[in-house]
């Protein structure tokens, strides 16, 4: 009886987890520093933007949606342009700065850019 109550609990815990979680926040992964985005459609999604410098008043950089409005055409005309997910972009983290997260673009071919998130809108692993 003891274990299948333990069961239950933990099984109760990774539930709660992965719905606290299902929030679609981008994550970066602390053991290879990658950033990654998977947006489920189904689910309501904020936008997430990248700004050059750490101010949500400066140039927009990037933006994550899964809106096709957000995305289609790049609206916001972003430089590194407009993505429902992080699947077709490679994305690593550099540094914390205040409220921001610092992250590099990197496309073979050109020079590394570099984009801020809002610290709050990003999780870490």
Do not use: H, W
Request: proline share 3%.
């Amino acid at each position: 009886m003891k274990n299948l109550l333990t069961l239950l609990g933990v099984l109760y815990i990774s539930f709660f987890n992965n719905f606290c979680y299902s929030q679609n926040l981008p994550y970066v992964s602390m053991e290879d520093k990658s950033f990654s985005l998977f947006i489920d459609k189904f689910d309501e999604q904020p936008l997430v933007l990248g700004f050059l410098l750490p101010d949500v008043e400066s140039k927009k950089m990037i933006c994550f949606s899964s809106y096709t409005s957000d995305v289609e055409n790049n609206p916001y005309k972003c430089e590194l342009g407009a993505y429902y997910d992080s699947s077709d972009v490679n994305i690593e983290f550099v540094t914390i700065e205040g409220n921001f997260v610092k992250l590099k673009f990197k496309k073979e071919g050109d020079e590394d850019k570099f984009f801020y998130i809002e610290k709050e809108k990003i999780r870490f692993q």
